[in-house]
């Protein structure tokens, strides 16, 4: 059963445009009809060091998104945050650009990205849906794969989404260029994480072995044991206990984003 059913302003958006969309499957639609059909314009043009925008002129609003981006999944959430800002914050601002660095950023970001991004992972991900498909399932790197594909949407996303929806307490802890930056736990996650801001990851952990080493697991070893005083604080008397990190190195931007749980 879902436990943590409160939701935010963004997200109560999001959920009244899927409804006013008739939609039950995000998926079910392309996102370029959706933006049109909320009296929007879609256009993809490459663009230089922003992954999409959003110019408010007028009464007219023009969602422009990166025809660089190589992946469909990052595309549709970059078009789904600019729908946030249209649906959201046209009033606020005539213009939005936004980087990667605002589309990875959820707990760091400004307050209006912040929305945004809670809108984009509420609509492309119903919480009920999202949910119902973690339901039952044993907690692991499969299940963050089965729901970005389930949803469309990249593996970021997914365990962005799982750590507030999902079905297992975890802790995820974001780092770019071997740097800790932000971290995030499930609302019934208990460890006291050990975060240092701007300090590298734990020398035991997977994320600091992936920027020192280079080091990426596939398949069956995704899922790497560690320790948990690898990650979090040890009470005096307390034996140390076995957890496991995923950690998702992206390369190409120089972040990874590692999800840290306990069996």
Known sequence: MLTNNKFTKSELVAKLVLNECGLDDPTSMPIKSIILGR????EEVPLTSKEGEIVSVGGRSIITINSNITFESKKRFAAAHELGHYEMHKDL??????TEYDLINWYKAGPQEVEANEFAAEFLMPTEIFYNEC??????????????????????????????RGNHPVCIVYCKDNKMKWWKTSHDFRPFLEFKYDEHPPIGSVAYESFTKGKVYYSDELKQQIWKSDWFKMRYDEQDST???????????GYTISIIWED
């Open 135 to 164: 339901f039952s399932k044993k907690f692991g790197p499969h299940v963050i794969t089965h729901l970005a594909e389930k949803f469309k949407v990249s593996k970021t996303a997914a365990i962005l989404k799982f750590v507030k």
């Open 93 to 98: 601002s005539p213009i939005f650009a936004d």
């Open 39 to 42: 009296r929007a314009f879609y």
């Open 243 to 253: 957890f496991y990190e995923y950690c998702l190195f992206v390369k190409s931007y």
